[in-house]
């Protein structure tokens, strides 16, 4: 059911002027500046502060000490006068205190520990028989430092591998040979031990698996048979 009044133009005027005045309202709250909330500098708080915190008018909180507290709280009143005298003064209650067992016990001194040795000095006492002994030839000529080979640099060079287009040249170190060593005269055997061996590239026949005669006629160890057998984990019992 529609009311008769609504239907009439001056209500509808007045609608229209209430929403433009709530409007015009709105429109000015928002286009007020923002409050600074930084005018406070000194905030006690992590939030927030529209208003300063109200100060406080009351008197500041004391306490009362005992007379014991304030003899206590005192600083202590440092002596300036010399004593002459080497007798010192006791109180009449350090004359009259008796020690507690606990105290009796800290006051006893420690024991080393068990294997504790006492450190031996740093220079032992030298016997008489030592200090008037006399050394053989011997021993001086042990007592000798030992004599180094004289190195003897050649001023022959040669040049040595040639590396990234640069050359560089190595000394050689001849070493003086004994008398003895110059008049030996070597045996084949090792005359054919100090020969390089001969190796080949693949192209020009060498062949790698080739196993030599001393291999195939080797016969293994013991411990070497022991190594290479499997281990018993991995043997699968059939």
Same mark, same amino acid.
């Given at each position: 059911?529609?009311?008769?009044?609504?239907?009439?133009?001056?209500?509808?005027?007045? =609608?229209?002027?209430?929403?433009?005045?709530?409007?015009? !309202?709105?429109?000015? %709250?928002?286009?007020?500046? !923002?409050?600074?909330?930084?005018? =406070?500098?000194?905030?006690?708080?992590?939030?927030?502060?529209?208003?300063?915190?109200?100060?406080?008018?009351?008197?500041?909180?004391?306490?009362?000490?005992?007379?014991?507290? %304030?003899?206590?709280?005192?600083?202590?009143?440092? /002596?300036?006068?010399?004593?002459?005298?080497?007798?010192? !003064?006791?109180?009449?209650?350090?004359?009259?205190?008796?020690?507690?067992?606990?105290?009796?016990?800290?006051?006893?001194?420690?024991?080393?520990? $068990?294997?504790?040795?006492?450190?031996?000095?740093?220079? $032992?006492?030298?016997?008489? $028989?030592?200090?008037?002994?006399?050394?053989?030839? #011997?021993?001086?000529?042990?007592?000798?430092?030992?004599?180094?080979?004289?190195?003897? =640099?050649?001023?022959?060079?040669?040049?040595?591998? &040639?590396?990234?287009?640069?050359?560089? /040249? /190595?000394?050689?170190?001849?070493?003086?040979?004994?008398?003895?060593? %110059?008049?030996? !005269?070597?045996?084949? #055997?090792? %005359?054919?031990?100090?020969?390089?061996?001969?190796?080949?590239?693949?192209?020009?026949? =060498?062949?790698?698996?080739?196993?030599?005669?001393?291999?195939?006629?080797?016969?293994?160890?013991? #411990? &070497? #048979?022991?190594?290479?057998?499997?281990?018993?984990?991995?043997?699968?019992?059939?």
């Amino acid at each position: 059911m529609v009311a008769p009044w609504s239907h009439s133009p001056g209500v509808h005027v007045i =609608f229209l002027h209430i929403g433009l005045d709530s409007m015009a !309202k709105r429109i000015q %709250q928002l286009a007020q500046p !923002k409050p600074n909330r930084l005018r =406070f500098p000194d905030r006690r708080s992590v939030y927030w502060l529209d208003k300063l915190p109200p100060e406080k008018s009351g008197s500041i909180t004391k306490i009362d000490l005992t007379p014991r507290w %304030q003899e206590l709280s005192r600083s202590k009143k440092i /002596s300036t006068q010399v004593i002459l005298d080497p007798e010192w !003064k006791v109180s009449e209650w350090a004359l009259k205190a008796v020690p507690s067992l606990h105290l009796c016990r800290l006051a006893v001194p420690r024991l080393p520990a $068990a294997d504790w040795r006492p450190e031996r000095p740093l220079l $032992a006492p030298l016997s008489r $028989a030592t200090q008037t002994a006399v050394a053989t030839a #011997r021993i001086c000529r042990l007592a000798e430092p030992r004599k180094k080979l004289q190195e003897a =640099f050649s001023s022959s060079t040669k040049p040595a591998a &040639v590396s990234s287009g640069s050359s560089r /040249s /190595s000394a050689h170190i001849e070493l003086l040979a004994s008398e003895s060593a %110059q008049k030996a !005269k070597p045996s084949p #055997r090792l %005359q054919e031990l100090s020969t390089p061996r001969e190796k080949k590239a693949l192209y020009e026949g =060498f062949n790698p698996y080739i196993i030599s005669r001393a291999a195939r006629s080797a016969c293994p160890s013991p #411990r &070497v #048979r022991q190594l290479s057998l499997p281990l018993p984990r991995k043997c699968s019992s059939q």
